[in-house]
């Protein structure tokens, strides 16, 4: 166990369908991370938050809409998602002092 | 920008023999280096990190790693295979981001084990 939760661990849903993927920290950490693990290609960083406020976004579609109400949870909301989003979503956590990065177990994600 | 390259896609390695797995990298700044390892429907683990001090770094179940500036190289090895190290293997390089870090993953080597 790392710390770092995700719910659910699977998740089935239609293209019309909105879901919300759901991680939680004890850690600790400031800073948290959503990324995107697709078959045959490296995991690409999507958004990063640091104490509840977005600093990073990787040109992901507005299909895509991540939410941090505190420092110890994080969301992404999905709405009107595409069969090529189907892929594996990790989050992760980590402290501004240290800069490695604790991952929760992942989110499987496929979209019929 | 930064960016990290791992220069082969798969490794196949007999056990007791010796792993090497790849790994460049390119930074703006000094940048901190990490390998992480995923078995097969598990969750990433990290298996050691370089952060400015001792450029040998030791990390979990026998695995070292040497940075070398000059080669902008971060070389994952082990002395000895076990049939337990199959997994995925990614180098991973991390930069400062505003008031966190950006965490940058290679594109991964499978590491398999014949016994």
């Known amino acids: 166990e790392t710390g770092v939760t995700q719910t659910p661990r699977h998740l089935v849903m239609g293209m019309t369908n909105k879901k919300s993927l759901k991680c939680e920290q004890h850690?600790?950490?400031?800073?948290m991370y959503w990324y995107k693990q697709s078959a045959k290609k490296p995991l690409e960083l999507m958004f990063v938050?640091?104490?509840?406020?977005?600093?990073e976004n990787n040109s992901v579609p507005s299909r895509f809409s991540p939410e941090c109400p505190n420092s110890s949870h994080l969301f992404l909301h999905l709405h009107t998602l595409q069969p090529e989003d189907s892929a594996l979503y990790l989050c992760?956590?980590?402290?501004?002092?240290?800069?490695?990065?604790?991952f929760g177990q992942g989110t499987r994600l496929t979209v019929v | 920008a930064q960016s990290v390259t791992q220069l082969d896609s798969h490794v196949s390695v007999s056990e007791g023999t010796p792993v090497l797995l790849r790994c460049n990298y390119s930074?703006?700044?000094?940048?901190?280096l990490f390998w992480y390892v995923q078995h097969p429907n598990k969750g990433l683990q990290l298996l050691l990190k370089?952060?400015?001090?001792?450029?040998l770094v030791k990390g979990i179940n026998g695995f070292e790693a040497e940075f070398k500036k000059s080669e902008t190289s971060f070389h994952l090895t082990k002395p000895s295979a076990h049939m337990s190290d199959a997994a995925e293997y990614f180098c991973?390089?991390?930069?400062?981001?505003?008031?966190?870090?950006?965490?940058?993953f290679g594109s991964g080597t499978r590491l398999s084990i014949r016994p």
């Open positions: 992760a956590s980590g402290d501004r002092g240290v800069t490695e990065a604790f």
């Open positions: 850690l600790g950490h400031n800073a």
């Open positions: 938050y640091s104490l509840e406020e977005r600093v």
């Open positions: 930074s703006s700044y000094s940048p901190s």
């Open positions: 370089y952060t400015s001090a001792a450029t």
């Open positions: 991973v390089v991390s930069d400062r981001i505003s008031s966190a870090s950006k965490i940058i």
